[in-house]
């Protein structure tokens, strides 16, 4: 079967691997000189299979406020004249509640638990993939005892949700913490408490995404990629996809995949499908590291400042920020500055600071966070959009999932709760 992937950040990415794995003749179409130039490019590189708390929480109502006034708030919003904007805002807002928060974080563990599984065999069934990989562990750490204790429901709730047994999460007192990553020890005294959970990895989703489509290359000598092509409309007969409009032409296949990240919503509106994807902005560091024992081994995750840590080969990745400001890719200056600065806070002397590379990408987020994955009311169209902060961690899962579908097989992972409303996966 032919099959266009349209979009090569990691989502599509994993799609055409899996797909390509099942015989299919793939094309992957893009936008950008090369794969995962956008989004997959400098993100945070945790692989955060249990720790998939959706930013749509019930303690959004008391930060409310505080993000919206301060400057070095985490979060921040910028009004535009744009409905989806404001639709999104209230659609997410609404999904602040204990009950759509627990359902959402149960549907992730399970596609989180599912790639950290698919992970393990891609490591074994790819040896020569090359991307930084470690099974770091992860530390989620609290500066204030009240967001402690909702940590403490969190993983027991997720213990009592199953998932696997392998990821087991332990709470640790703030002495633990320090004991199990001495580079926190700046701040020991802030520091309440964390969350310890050893099976999380930690790894570059860019050189994860190329070094992929390297392997699909070799395996797969039909699969074709078009870069520098954009893609501007998807065309319709009547209820079928019938091919897709590029500035190469029209191209036509027997099934599409649409990964297209934030650009998803865009093209798939005059459809009729109104997918409920807006912009989080983020932002990344990456420096070198100038003292090996002032940089945390462990993922770190500073819950309250909403900021990740993961060291990667000889560098440090710090990542967060996520600004509701609108389509814009370019680097706030002043945005960058907060991130720096929290950096040098917790690890002064852990990485040369003259030698960062700055850089900002859009999640493709959902208000409740869930991805939406799988067949849409039009023939030959699949979804596989939407991941928002954890588009590396749940690539895996939902790219074998959907390439499942297409193959005709149930999904390896159940998709019950991604899938659009009405529509059986
Ligand atoms: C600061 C930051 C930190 C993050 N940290 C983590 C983390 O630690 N762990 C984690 O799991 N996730 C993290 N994420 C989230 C993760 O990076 C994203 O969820 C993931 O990259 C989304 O992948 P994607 O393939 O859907 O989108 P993208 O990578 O954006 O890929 C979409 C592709 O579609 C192409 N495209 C779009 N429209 C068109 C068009 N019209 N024509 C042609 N091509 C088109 C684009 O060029 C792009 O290459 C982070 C994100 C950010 C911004």
Known sequence: MRVIVLGAGVVGITTAYYLARDGQQVTLVDRNQGAALEASYANGGQL??????????P???????PWLLSPASPVRFRPQLDPQQWRWCLRFLAACTS??????????????HASRRLMRELLVQQPALDFGYANSGKLVVYRDTAALNG????????SRSG???EC???????????????ALDRIRREIVGGVHTPSEDSADCYRFSVGLLDRIRIASPALCCLFDTEIHRLRVRRSEIVGIDTSRGRLEADAYVLATGTDSARLTRPLGLSLPIYPLKGYSLTAPIADPGAVPTLSVTDFQRKMVYARIDGRLRVAGIADITGYDRAIDPRRMATLVAEARAL????VDYRQVEGWAGLRPATPSGR?????????????????????????????????DLIGGRPPWVSLDGFTLPGVAP
């Open 99 to 112: 009950a759509r928060s627990a359902e959402t974080t149960r549907h992730l563990l399970r596609l989180g």
């Open 347 to 350: 690890f002064p002397g852990a």
């Open 163 to 165: 998932g696997d047994p």
């Open 59 to 65: 303690g959004v109502w008391t930060k409310l406020a």
């Open 168 to 182: 087991r999460q332990q709470v640790l007192d703030g002495a633990a913490c320090v004991a199990i990553e001495p």
């Open 151 to 158: 940590a403490r429901r969190q993983v027991d709730f997720q």
């Open 371 to 403: 991805p939406i994955l799988g067949r849409t009311a039009y023939d030959k169209l699949w979804l596989n959009v939407g991941h928002g902060a954890l588009g590396f961690t749940l690539s895996l899962a939902s790219g074998r999932a959907v390439a």
């Open 48 to 57: 955060s299979y249990s720790y998939v708390v959706p930013l749509a929480d």
